[in-house]
């Protein structure tokens, strides 16, 4: 379907465009039907979850600043949430969609129309399913462009791809579902894919291989987003190096590379210079582990094709790149430290210098009984039966507590604990992994973007790691892969009041219980309150 797609200005993919107009402002509108659909993947016809039929589901095209309506229809058989991810959504929880924690999933049969409100972010984001597993095929690319009139960075590219990293079983994700709930490793995965197609390296995908056209000479923006459901992946292209200038939709200190990683809910933007001899090359993608060979890993290999124009007799098979091996950990947090924000005088960045708020974060993978649990300082978190949003808005009691541990408990608890922030104040979070549960964790925050000050390997020292911060440039980003028992200190002002969910991006550890809350408290002006609900929440 995305076979040979090229993208260039405005586009809109197999969707309605309406105009919403509220209050004096034209608001573009945007029609998401969710329905089964059959697909054909593997050899295997299977029936799957989709946005308006379509693997990735629609881009969603924007200028920075603008606000969009989604209007969402769930004519599937399953209830379902979207989360419009690293879209900081100002006093606008409601639209942000994870269950029980903002709102009430959308039933079959029912509809939402959600409100989307572009802020500071200008480049690549995307959207996804955000209850169960279905983000394994309920999923699409956000591109924000800038503002009308202004430029890149860099020079304009002579054409622009999404590029979307996925998993994909052959078996119902239902069923792999249960198997998390249960406590459980899901399946591995059958093939990752590249804008929904496995490629040709696996049985019954030659035909359906994603390719883009290139011309030598020429520069393309590849908008590269991990959609995939457990996995951080190595991707590369081969014999051609790409210049990383973006990452979560801000923009950062131009570097070349041989590959990038990219974790789950990560996005990269890149520039691929067409400067080799016309051929066929392939891109690809497989997983990095860490240290050790978490769950049950998916070591295939997807791949799509750069075909360069012209006249020439191509090479009988794409020339494959050299990816780094599954655990190569260096290489990951080589690629992962290269990271700067551009931090120049059209593109500053404010890096909080005083701390309100120190925290400390322990993300944890232990068995107990016959199952196995995940945990954020020794509280894996249960979902309620209302939404946190909801209960914290209307002042429901016994839904939540605000008890949650700054530090570690010394006995693991299911509770539903939730952390409460005085508005505006400055949060300092030390994020570690010291459970050697193989990979490193992809920390996703909902409703802020974060400064990433530093990170390491090993325990964490509060005498003499805070001396390597990084003050002058860090990385502003929605999305941070914690090394493998190691650690990453963010920053950020709590300016955006509300219910934000902060949990791991490996969707099994979300369910297991990875996962908490930060309830931000209303400010003294209007512009620091939380806005009132919509009239067509979704029931409980």
């Given amino acids: 379907m995305l076979s040979n797609m090229k993208v260039s200005g405005f586009q809109v993919l197999c969707f309605l465009l309406l105009l919403y107009v509220s209050h004096g402002e034209a608001w573009a509108r945007y029609k998401f039907v969710v329905e089964e659909v059959p697909y054909t993947r593997l050899c295997n016809t299977t029936k799957i979850l989709t946005v308006n039929g379509q693997l990735p589901g629609p881009t969603l095209y924007v200028h920075k600043g603008e606000t969009i309506i989604v209007d969402v229809y769930n004519k599937g058989n399953h209830n379902i949430t979207l989360h419009w991810h690293g879209v900081a959504q100002p006093r606008n929880p409601w639209s942000d969609g994870p269950e029980y924690i903002t709102q009430c999933p959308i039933q079959p049969g029912k509809k939402f129309s959600q409100k989307i409100i572009f802020s500071t972010e200008e480049g690549t984001l995307w959207w996804h399913a955000h209850s169960d597993l279905w983000r394994a095929t ?21 054409a622009e791809f999404p590029i979307l990293l996925g998993e994909w079983w052959t078996e119902s994700i239902a069923k792999e579902y249960n198997i998390v709930d249960s406590g459980s490793d899901p399946n591995a995965s059958d093939a990752y894919t590249i804008n929904g197609q496995p490629g040709d390296l696996y049985n019954c995908s030659k035909s359906g291989t994603f390719n883009i056209a290139v011309h030598k000479g020429l520069t393309y923006l590849l908008r590269i987003i991990n959609a995939a459901l457990q996995d951080v992946l190595f991707f590369s292209i081969a014999d051609h190096n790409v210049t990383v200038v973006a990452s979560d939709a801000s923009y950062l200190k131009p570097f070349s590379s041989s590959f990038i990683a990219i974790s789950p809910g990560q996005t990269i933007d890149v520039l691929l210079e067409a400067n080799q001899s016309p051929n066929h090359y392939y891109m690809a993608a497989r997983i990095y582990t860490g240290v050790t060979a978490a769950g049950n890993p998916d070591y295939t290999t997807t791949t799509a094709i750069i075909k360069y124009s012209g006249k020439y007799t191509p090479s009988s098979s794409p020339i494959l790149p050299s990816l780094p091996y599954y655990n190569d950990s260096t290489s990951f947090l080589n690629f992962t430290n290269s990271f700067r924000s551009l931090a120049d005088k059209k593109y500053p960045i404010d890096v909080p210098k005083v701390v309100d708020v120190s925290l400390d974060y322990l993300f944890s993978v232990t068995p107990e009984l016959s199952s196995t649990v995940a945990s954020v300082n020794n509280v894996s978190f249960v979902n309620p039966a209302i939404d946190i949003l909801q209960a914290y808005y209307y002042g429901i009691n016994g839904v939540y507590d605000t ?3 700054d530090t570690t408990l010394q006995i693991l608890r299911h509770k539903t604990k939730v952390k409460v922030l005085d508005y505006n104040s400055t949060v300092e979070i030390v994020l570690r992994t010291t459970d050697g549960a193989g990979s490193s964790h992809p920390i996703h925050l909902h409703g802020y973007s974060f400064y990433v000050l530093g990170s390491g390997t090993g325990t964490f020292d509060n005498e003499t790691d805070p001396s390597t911060y990084n003050l002058i440039d860090p990385p502003f980003q929605n999305t941070i892969a914690v090394p493998v028992k190691g650690w990453t200190t963010i920053r950020f002002k709590a300016n955006n009041p509300g219910v934000w969910f902060m949990h791991c991006h490996f969707d099994r550890h979300m369910v297991w219980g990875m996962d908490t809350v930060f309830i931000v408290k209303n400010g003294n002006s209007t512009n620091g309150k939380l806005s009132a609900p919509p009239p067509d929440m979704p029931p409980c």
């Fill in 403 to 405: 008890s949650f541990p």
């Fill in 138 to 158: 309920v999923y699409g690319a956000v591109v924000i462009y800038p503002k009308i009139g202004d430029t890149y960075p860099f020079p304009k590219p002579a």
